[in-house]
């Protein structure tokens, strides 16, 4: 099945720590996407990456990173450096047009 | 500048009622717009994007939105809510800065349906 998968479903992270949220999709998409989503907020833009070896910052990058070393994979980092990590993060992709499809996330929590 | 707003973040109907979400958008130039919808720690699924084909726009699950450039409008509608429908729906944007990969969300809204 073509799709968009994330793992792990849920993942804790302790003080200090530096956390990696998977992302891969097999539908041959250009584009990937990484957002954050908090209650009563919607969707925040954190990264986004149009080709492999190239991404850009959303409105939201500071404390996260990101890598695109593969068409179908990209990988987003939560480090130490940001502080309030707690939130649903949604990984998406699009082709060169506009429609961006969405993974089914993965709830990070602080310990 | 906020360019996708929704109209109320709590919407509550009867089973068999009228749905209708309202979605405006602020933007200069002829945009893309969608609705998705999520469902409990879920992620999204489009429901019905508009790409300045037809300004009716059909979609899953019996759902339907109409573009009023005029009221820079994209309201979502369902003519009988079911039980089903019950999840949080956002309205989306892109194009506006040019870049059709630039997607910007609504606050969402979270439709409760009362049997």
């Known amino acids: 099945d073509g799709g968009i998968t994330q793992s792990p479903k849920y993942l804790f992270r302790k003080e200090g720590q530096n956390v990696t949220l998977s992302c891969e999709q097999n539908l041959n998409h250009d584009a990937m996407y990484w957002y954050r989503q908090d209650p009563g907020q919607g969707l925040r833009l954190i990264y986004y990456s149009q080709i492999v070896n190239d991404f850009q910052k959303g409105d939201i990058a500071e404390g996260y990173s990101v890598s695109r070393e593969k068409k179908e994979s990209f990988p987003l980092t939560v480090t130490s450096a940001q502080k309030n990590p707690t939130a649903f993060y949604l990984c998406?992709?699009?082709?060169?047009?506009?429609?961006?499809?969405f993974g089914p996330g993965t709830r990070l929590l602080v310990l | 500048a906020q360019s996708v707003t929704q109209l109320g973040s709590h919407v509550s109907v009867s089973e068999g009622a009228l749905v209708l979400l309202r979605c405006n958008y602020s933007?200069?130039?002829?945009?893309?717009l969608f609705w998705y919808v999520q469902y409990p720690n879920q992620g999204l699924q489009l429901l019905l994007k508009y790409t300045s084909a037809a300004t009716l726009v059909k979609g899953i699950n019996g759902f339907e939105a109409e573009f009023k450039k005029s009221e820079t409008s994209f309201h979502l509608t369902k003519p009988s809510a079911h039980m089903s429908d019950a999840a949080e729906y956002f309205c989306?944007?892109?194009?506006?800065?040019?870049?059709?990969?630039?997607?910007?969300f609504g606050a969402g809204t979270r439709l409760t349906v009362k049997p």
């Open positions: 933007s200069s130039v002829p945009p893309y």
């Open positions: 989306a944007v892109s194009g506006i800065s040019g870049n059709n990969n630039d997607m910007r």
């Open positions: 998406a992709s699009s082709m060169r047009t506009e429609t961006q499809y």
